[in-house]
C-alpha cells in the first residue's frame, strides 16, 4: 500500500496541519478524526487495515486529515460563538487547501467521499451538506448532527448554519436539494451502549431528508453494536462493499 505524510502550514487556521495518504488510485475518501482526534487516528484503531482491499484494488484512496476539536466546538474555555468562528476557519481549511491539494494528487472528474466516526461522521456529514459541489458522498458512522451536546441551546448564525438538524428542515434552494439527490449518502448508528443519543439523532437527519425527497441509505445495526471502533472496523468495508466506486 502507497502511503505518504504530509505537513503544511494552514493559512487559514494559522497552524501546521497533517496528513496521511493510503493509496494513490481510485475514489477519494476525505476522513474526519474522532473528537479530539487526529490524522493518525484511523491508522491507529485498525481502520486503515480494514479498508486495505478498496485501497490495494486501487478503488479509493484514503486522506486522513486533522482536526480542530478541542479549539473549536468541543473547547469549552471560550464562549460558543468563538468555537464557531474557529471550525469556520476548519472549514476554509478543508475548503480551500486540504481539498485543492488532494485534487493534485489524485485529480479526478468527480466529488470526494466524505467520512468518519463519531464526531467525524458529524463532520462528514456537515461538509457533504454545506459544500455538495465538493462532495458527492458520504459515510456517516455514529454521528450526532446537531450541536446540542457540545453548546446545549446556544444558538447563532454559525451554529445554525453548521448544524445540519437546524439547516436543513429550512433549507429550499433548488442548488442544493438537487446535488444532494445525486449524491451517494449512507448513514449508520448502531443501537447499543453509547448509540442512544447517536440512534435518536440518525433517526432525526432520516426524517429530514425524506421530507427534502433526498434519497440515502440508513442503517440501523443490532443492540449489540456499541459506540465503538470494534463495529466501525466492520462496517467502514462493508459500506464500502455497497458502493459503485
Not at 124 to 138: G, K
Not at 164 to 190: E, H, K, M, Q
Not at 221 to 226: A, C, E, I, L
Amino acid at each position: 500500500m502507497n502511503t505518504e505524510y504530509h505537513r503544511a502550514y494552514s493559512r487559514n487556521l494559522g497552524q501546521d496541519m497533517e496528513m496521511k495518504v493510503y493509496g494513490n488510485a481510485g475514489k477519494p475518501v476525505i476522513v474526519f478524526p474522532t473528537r479530539g482526534g487526529r490524522f493518525q487516528e484511523y491508522e491507529d484503531a485498525g481502520m486503515v487495515e480494514a479498508c486495505r482491499p478498496f485501497v490495494e484494488s486501487g478503488a479509493v484512496t484514503l486522506f486522513t486529515l486533522d482536526g480542530v476539536d478541542h479549539q473549536s466546538w468541543a473547547n469549552e474555555y471560550v464562549p460558543p460563538a468563538q468555537r464557531g468562528l474557529r471550525h469556520n476557519q476548519y472549514d476554509r481549511y478543508v475548503v480551500e487547501e486540504a481539498a485543492p491539494f488532494i485534487r493534485g494528487l489524485l485529480p479526478r472528474p468527480e466529488g470526494l467521499l466524505a467520512t468518519g466516526c463519531g464526531m467525524g461522521a458529524y463532520h462528514a456529514a456537515n461538509f457533504l451538506f454545506r459544500h455538495p459541489d465538493l462532495f458527492d458522498s458520504l459515510i456517516a458512522l455514529s454521528g450526532r448532527y446537531s450541536l446540542k451536546s457540545l453548546l446545549g441551546d446556544y444558538m447563532d448564525d454559525c451554529v445554525y448554519f453548521n448544524s445540519p438538524l437546524a439547516y436543513l428542515p429550512n433549507l429550499t434552494d433548488p442548488w442544493y436539494l438537487d446535488r444532494f439527490r445525486r449524491a451517494r449518502i449512507t448513514v449508520c448508528s448502531g443501537q447499543g451502549a453509547w448509540e442512544e443519543e447517536t440512534l435518536s439523532e440518525t433517526r432525526a437527519l432520516q426524517e429530514v431528508l425524506a421530507a427534502l425527497e433526498v434519497p440515502a441509505w440508513f442503517d440501523y445495526w443490532g443492540r449489540d453494536v456499541n459506540h465503538d471502533w470494534q463495529w466501525w472496523r466492520l462496517q467502514m468495508p462493508y459500506f464500502l462493499g455497497k458502493m459503485e466506486l
